[in-house]
Nanobody
Framework: HVQVAESGGGLVQPGGSLRLSCLASGFIFSNYDITWSRQRPGKDHELVARISAGNGVVTNYADSVKGRFTISRDNLKKTVYLQMTSLNSEDTGVYYC???????WGQGTQVTVSS
């Protein structure tokens, strides 16, 4: 049973940082690209970052987060991380971990950037 579960969201002040985690199960984790996406209030769903299968040497980011967010993976732990820095109010939303090959999503984790 293919599953992913996000965690690590919360309330953070502008300029702060958070690290999101995505724990996967039910498939050979290292064989697949993983993505993070987000749903912000009143805006279209947005692909935030993608990391390639294997050792994750290829990463891609949305222009809106480039230079502030870093995606990484630990295949032994079957976990993908999204390190988010210099957060601002525009980053508020629900963040989802996705496995494009299986078209599955987790339940999401809420990130709120507010003073």
């Amino acid at each position: 049973h293919v599953q992913v579960a996000e965690s690590g969201g919360g309330l953070v002040q502008p300029g702060g940082s958070l690290r999101l985690s995505c724990l996967a199960s039910g498939f050979i984790f290292s064989n697949y690209d993983i993505t993070w996406s987000r749903q912000r209030p009143g805006k279209d769903h947005e692909l935030v970052a993608r990391i390639s299968a294997g050792n994750g040497v290829v990463t891609n980011y949305a222009d809106s987060v480039k230079g502030r967010f870093t995606i990484s993976r630990d295949n032994l732990k079957k976990t993908v991380y999204l390190q988010m820095t210099s957060l601002n109010s525009e980053d508020t939303g629900v963040y989802y971990c996705n496995v494009p090959a299986f078209k599955i999503w987790g339940q999401g984790t809420q990130v709120t950037v507010s003073s």
